[in-house]
């Protein structure tokens, strides 16, 4: 457990995020031109493991690009593999908004997920997310044919969209078979928690009923110039005692949904990877309340951990006995 103490500005999540680079291999929050200072040219990340393994990240500028490289064990390559990352589990305060205010950033807390237990899943969103590009670059050329050329890309796009939208429901389901026991465990209530996936199109033949919407929808599409219907489109409902979370659940009920997500995420990962994931909390450990602290400190100590605060009382007394306290 490494409790990591500073003010604001101190360099905390920057600290966080280097971590994050060196086992993903990108950032959470920024392109990577901007993980190098203004009035640099060049940064680089260092990392031994409890293997001795070396492992480090290059980032040398050229022009507006990044030059990014990769060395394991003095081994370069451009880029990380699947099995070649390090899973890891984060938790940052936007996360606490992200599941009340904004279908993009649930969609991305599924897909990111999916992309650190599935090897392909990664790939096949950029299939989607290419297809998607090419159909909303004609439907801004608002051709004659429109119909016509647009057919091809919608196959392909009902084609790549189930394979999204099926890989999403399925984990959707797993998660739910031990959601509600994780919140409640943690929060001491008997209130049932549970998530589902939403669409316009049928979820049980995702990939024809995206199709027919897709046809139906052409001279909508071409109006406004962007498809309307598919993957990126789709949202996560959260409900608690069947009520949507917006409705239902206070600001406190709302952290604890979103750290009961945190352990699922946790749990799942360490499965099927077969690696314990590190944990990374970003100063909202502060944010909860002492009945919650206890209850997260029992999953914590298995793992490797690093905790920001403003703070160091706060957390300290949840890990007295097997914390390392970092000043910046």
């Not at 602290?293 to 006995?321: C, E, G, M, P």
Request: with cysteine; glycine share 4%.
């Amino acid at each position: 457990m490494n409790i990591v103490v500073g003010p604001n500005a101190s360099g905390k999540t920057n600290l966080l995020e280097a971590i994050l680079v060196l086992c993903r291999g990108s950032s959470y929050r920024a392109r990577d031109i901007d993980l190098v200072q203004n009035d640099q040219e060049w940064a680089r990340l260092d990392s031994t493991d409890e293997q001795n393994q070396t492992r480090v990240v290059k980032l040398q500028k050229q022009g507006e690009k990044i030059d990014k490289t990769f060395e394991i064990d003095e081994q370069t390559r451009k880029r990380l593999n699947f099995a070649q990352t390090i899973p890891i589990v984060l938790f940052e305060p936007n996360q606490l908004q992200s599941i009340t205010t904004s279908p993009s950033q649930r969609r991305l807390f599924i897909d990111d997920l999916l992309s650190q237990i599935d090897p392909e899943y990664s790939k096949q969103q950029r299939n989607y997310e290419r297809v998607l590009a090419q159909r909303n670059a004609l439907l801004k050329q608002k051709p004659q044919d429109a119909a016509q050329q647009l057919f091809v890309w919608n196959l392909r796009l009902s084609e790549f969209g189930a394979v999204i939208a099926n890989k999403r429901q399925a984990i959707i389901e797993t998660i739910n078979a031990k959601f509600t026991n994780n919140y409640q465990e943690i929060a001491g209530s008997k209130d049932v928690i549970a998530l589902a996936y939403e669409s316009e199109c049928q979820l049980d033949q995702y990939g024809s009923s995206l199709l027919k919407r897709l046809e139906a929808t052409i001279s909508e599409d071409l109006q406004r110039g962007f498809t309307g219907n598919g993957p990126h489109r789709d949202d996560l409902l959260i409900t608690i005692n069947n009520r949507p979370l917006l409705q239902a659940a206070s600001r406190g009920e709302t952290r604890t949904i979103l750290l009961s997500l945190k352990i699922q995420e946790l749990l799942m990962l360490e499965q099927s990877r077969g690696l314990r994931p590190l944990l990374l909390f970003d100063d909202v450990f502060s944010e909860l309340d002492g009945v919650r602290r206890k209850s997260l400190t029992r999953f914590l100590r298995n793992y490797q951990t690093f905790i920001t605060t403003t703070d160091a009382d706060v957390i300290a007394h949840n890990f007295a006995q097997t914390s390392k306290l970092i000043m910046l």
